[in-house]
Nanobody, 124 residues
Framework: QVQLVESGGGLVQAGDSLRLSCAASGRTLSSLTMAWFRQAPGKEREFVAAVRWSGNRMYYADSVKGRFTISRDNAKNTVYLQMNSLKPEDTAVYYC?????????????????WGQGTQVTVSS
């Protein structure tokens, strides 16, 4: 079993930056592929970014490519999402997710573990 706890959300202005953290416990992070998803009000949950268990490959949704960076610190059992040049359309609840193995997926049902989410609000 894996427990995931997100933090770092908040209210910012367009153009600002935020860094989200996802602390994992219950299982070593090095055996998991980690991802971030988000869900805006009235919209479906969407993939944001993923990083393989080895940490050497990262994947991004087109909407965040070049602005967001996913990284992991296996020693700290923590995954990060650095978000720069934030836009109002980035407003959503951001969720950390994990799955065993080295493959990543852009669909949520492929992930076995989820955090409770952290709210990110970007004002214009």
């Amino acid at each position: 079993q894996v427990q995931l706890v997100e933090s770092g959300g908040g209210l910012v202005q367009a153009g600002d930056s935020l860094r989200l953290s996802c602390a994992a416990s219950g299982r070593t992070l090095s055996s998991l592929t980690m991802a971030w998803f988000r869900q805006a009000p009235g919209k479906e949950r969407e993939f944001v970014a993923a990083v393989r268990w080895s940490g050497n490959r990262m994947y991004y949704a087109d909407s965040v490519k070049g602005r967001f960076t996913i990284s992991r610190d296996n020693a700290k059992n923590t995954v990060y999402l650095q978000m720069n040049s934030l836009k109002p359309e980035d407003t959503a609840v951001y969720y950390c997710a994990a799955r065993a193995g080295s493959n990543y997926y852009t669909v949520g049902y492929k992930y076995d573990y989820w955090g409770q989410g952290t709210q990110v609000t970007v004002s214009s």
